[in-house]
C-alpha cells in the first residue's frame, strides 16, 4: 500500500538547504501562528498604544510581520505601510481578511530588502532577531532602507527569572523546528543592538507567555551628534 506523504515538514532533516528549510516550517506554521506565539492588543496593550502615535503619518516597513496582526492594528496611523515576510505562506495568512487601503503585504527577506536607500521613515521587526540565524546582516538592511533620523522599532523575546515558563515554550517551537538563534536578556539585547550601531531611546519590558522587550532605536552616530549639537547651543546660550 502506497502511503501518502506527510502535510507536515520533515523538521529533523536539517541537512537540507537551512534556509529553505526554514520557509518551509513558516509556511506550515502560518495558520496556528496565533495560538502558539499571540501578539495581539491583549497580550501586549502598552506596545499597541504607542506604536500609533511613534509612526503617525509616516512612511512604515514591517520585516518578519507573520499573519499580520501588527501591522493590520497599526496601519490606519501610517502614511504608507508594507508589511513583509519571507514566508509565503505567513503573507498568504496575512492577506486574509480586511485592513486599511494604505496595508500592502509583500514577499521579502530581511537580509536583502528590496527597497531602496532612506526610503523609510520607521522600521517595525517585532520577536524575529532572536531566530534570524544573521540579525547583524538584517539591521545592516534596515540601516540601509532607514531615512536619516529614521526609528527603529525592535521588540523582542528575552529571557527572564521566569526561565521554566520560557523554557516550556522554546521547547515547544523546537519541536516545530523554530529555534532562538539568541537568547537575550534585559542587559544584553540593547547591548546586542547598541554593538551595532543602534542606541535604545525607549524601553519597557513587558511580561506575557514569553516575556517581551519593547525597544525603540536610533542610530548611535546620529544620536551622538544630535548630543554634541545641543551641547554646543547650550554653550552658546550661556555666554551669550
Known amino acids: 500500500m502506497r502511503m501518502k506523504k506527510s502535510v507536515i515538514p520533515d523538521l ?12 518551509r516550517i513558516w ?5 496556528v501562528y496565533e495560538i502558539f506565539m499571540p ?14 502615535e511613534v509612526i503617525r503619518g509616516k512612511n512604515v516597513l514591517e520585516i518578519a510581520t507573520g499573519p499580520g496582526t501588527l501591522a493590520k492594528r497599526i496601519a490606519p496611523a501610517a502614511g504608507k505601510f508594507i508589511a ?3 514566508s509565503e505562506g505567513m503573507i498568504k495568512t ?5 485592513y486599511a487601503p494604505n496595508l500592502t503585504f509583500e514577499i521579502a527577506d530581511a537580509t536583502d530588502l528590496p527597497y531602496g536607500e532612506g526610503e523609510f521613515d520607521v522600521v517595525v521587526i517585532a520577536n524575529a532577531l532572536h531566530i534570524m540565524p544573521d540579525p547583524v546582516k538584517a539591521l545592516r538592511e534596515i540601516d540601509r532602507v532607514l531615512r536619516p533620523a529614521g526609528i527603529l522599532i525592535a ?7 521566569q526561565a521554566g515558563k520560557t523554557r516550556i ?9 523554530i529555534r532562538f538563534e539568541r537568547q537575550w536578556t534585559a542587559e544584553t539585547y540593547p547591548a546586542f543592538l547598541a554593538e551595532n550601531g543602534w542606541q535604545v531611546v525607549r524601553s519597557e519590558v513587558m511580561p506575557a507567555r514569553v516575556t517581551m522587550m519593547y525597544t525603540e532605536c536610533v542610530r548611535a552616530k546620529e544620536a551622538g551628534a544630535s548630543a554634541a549639537e545641543n551641547q554646543s547651543e547650550t554653550g552658546r546660550a550661556e555666554h551669550a
Open 155 to 161: 521588540p523582542n523575546f528575552i529571557q527572564t527569572g
Open 94 to 98: 496575512a492577506r486574509k481578511g480586511k
Open 84 to 86: 513583509t515576510d519571507y
Open 39 to 52: 501578539m495581539d492588543e491583549k497580550v501586549f496593550p502598552e506596545m499597541y498604544a504607542r506604536l500609533p
Open 12 to 23: 529533523l532533516d536539517w541537512k537540507k538547504d537551512e534556509k529553505t528549510m526554514s520557509k
Open 27 to 31: 509556511d506550515w506554521y502560518a495558520p
Open 169 to 177: 515554550w522554546t521547547r515547544l517551537l523546537k519541536l516545530f523546528g
